[in-house]
């Protein structure tokens, strides 16, 4: 190598340190900022092994979510009902995104909602293993929203909820992978009693369910397949089971004016309490409607975020109970109202209160519920302890001395089956919290409001009447309500609710 070569070489490999020198101290790369993510994303997917397809989600963020990179968040998934897909939840069907902005601005913490794509599957594995779909969103679905978004990735934050078809499957995946979520919320749960089940039409038995749990063409009790068992929550809760599902937090809900889906329901809650699950229950005004699963909504994800927020149980703060000062009682303790004293203290309805072991001044209270905004109307609020004279005794006490053209009758817990022997006396009937024995017999000259918390002792009763009365063809009202853990608070929350339903007077 000659002389002047070596030396432009040298000079060479000299400016190639100094010029990495001088990256490493004055030309540091920018950071590269993480792409925001839109509160709502739609229509992303994956391609799933384990059904051979691509899957379809929607994915609903945080508000801070882009502002908080170091902040992990809890999951719900939010599983659609049959005939829907991933975009239901929101749009003009659910308007999830509006209500969960609505419930965040009235302090509900942020999760993180995902809404995959189910088709017509009930949110489980085909019998034939065909079509794995609960087993896809498992083993991979969660896993796959795990790694792609800050979830806080245990099943302490994570639950499920569905509408319809999707409340099965909430109800469904939480039993058959308790591991996996906290928490299930099943709204208006699309399934059916076996006798239901048994005389569906074939062509709603066959593809609707026999399509999914095996017994396609087949007629009764050859449409109860061991599959569908397995996977059925009537069939599933029992008291042996208790220790495999108890680890997960129920919340059922369902509206009075279901075509049959109730039923089903109503009976699934029965049997909970008779085998000891701890469970939310409520029955509401409505029909199987978004309308009824939005509403349902305020009360299911502050559920949620409770639990996973680490508390060991979840309450409601009581509301303040309304009750009017200033109601009026003569000497036996009745309310006259102001339209029946302008009456000349004739016509209108007699409301008899029976009851037996409650304290005297909660009825007062109760009458003073009843009465609030209907003074002009004609009515008599009558309290009756059927431990000193029986309802038709009552009856016949006070006709005289208040002469009414109608009787009406709100039967308080045991007062319930002497009510119900004397359905001929009133036109009306309101139980509450009320126990009925013997056979239950109603008529369609008859209004009957049912109501109950979900922990009150007497669920039978209230399964038994509302199925009377749907089974008739009646006119009826059911609710079933939180309850509050205060028995007067409870009580006159009942008052409240029997009041707007009241059959007026």
């Excluded at 999951?75 to 509006?98: F, I, P, Q, R």
């Amino acid at each position: 190598m000659t002389k002047n070569r070596f030396f432009l070489l040298l000079l060479c490999a000299l400016l190639v340190l100094s010029s990495c020198g001088s990256c490493s101290k004055h030309r540091r790369l920018p950071d590269v900022d993480p792409v925001p993510l839109p509160r709502y994303s739609t229509g992303l997917t994956f391609s799933s092994k384990t059904l051979g397809v691509t899957v379809t989600y929607d994915i609903m963020l945080p508000r801070e979510y882009n502002d908080n990179p170091d902040k992990r968040y809890p999951v719900v998934y939010c599983l659609h009902g049959y005939g829907d897909d991933n975009t239901s939840w929101n749009g003009k069907y659910m308007s999830c995104e509006a209500k969960i902005t609505s419930l965040e601005n009235d302090g509900l913490e942020p999760m993180i909602y995902v809404f995959p794509c189910g088709w017509k599957t009930y949110w489980c594995d085909r019998y034939d293993g065909t079509f794995p779909y609960m087993t896809m969103l498992a083993t991979e679905m969660v896993p796959l929203i795990d790694g792609a978004y800050r979830t806080i990735a245990d099943r302490g934050h994570r639950a499920i909820t569905g509408y319809s078809m999707g409340g099965f499957g909430a109800m469904a995946t939480a039993m058959k992978h308790p591991d996996l979520f906290l928490a299930s919320a099943p709204l208006s749960m699309s399934f059916r009693t076996d006798e239901q089940y048994m005389t569906e039409s074939q062509s709603g038995w066959d593809n609707q369910w026999g399509k999914v749990f095996g017994g396609v063409g087949q007629t009764g009790e050859g449409r109860l397949t061991d599959y569908y068992k397995d996977h059925c929550p009537l069939h599933q809760f029992t008291a042996a089971n208790k220790s495999k599902y108890s680890s997960v937090h129920w919340f059922l809900t369902c509206g009075d004016d279901e075509q049959q889906l109730l039923f089903a329901n109503d009976d699934l809650h029965v049997m909970m309490r008779e085998n000891g699950y701890d469970h939310e229950y409520r029955v509401g005004n409505g029909g199987h409607t978004s309308s009824y699963w939005k509403t349902a909504l305020e009360e299911i994800l502050p559920w949620f975020s409770a639990l996973m927020a680490g508390k060991t149980s979840w309450q409601k703060e009581p509301r303040e109970i309304d009750v009017p000062a200033g109601c009026t009682f003569d000497s036996e303790g009745v309310h006259l109202s102001q339209g029946y004293i302008d009456a000349g203290k004739s016509g209108g309805t007699a409301f008899y209160i029976a009851y037996e072991d409650i304290d005297p001044a909660w009825i007062r209270d109760a009458m003073a519920i009843i009465q609030r905004g209907a003074s002009s109307k004609k009515f008599v609020l009558l309290p009756c302890d059927i431990a000193v004279r029986s309802i038709s005794e009552w009856v016949s006490y006070y006709k005289d001395i208040y002469p009414t053209d109608a009787s009406q009758v709100l039967a308080i817990g045991k007062a319930g089956s002497e009510a119900m022997q004397k359905q001929a006396l009133f036109s009306a009937f309101y139980f509450e919290n009320a126990e009925v024995t013997g056979e239950i017999t109603v008529t369609d000259d008859k209004y009957y409001y049912i109501g109950q918390t979900d922990d009150g002792p007497y669920y039978a009763t209230a399964n038994a009447l509302y199925k009377a009365c749907k089974s008739s063809g009646v006119n009826f009202e059911y609710r079933c309500r939180n309850s509050l853990n205060d028995k007067k608070t409870d009580f006159l929350t009942g008052i409240e609710f029997i009041k707007s339903n009241i059959n007026y007077f």
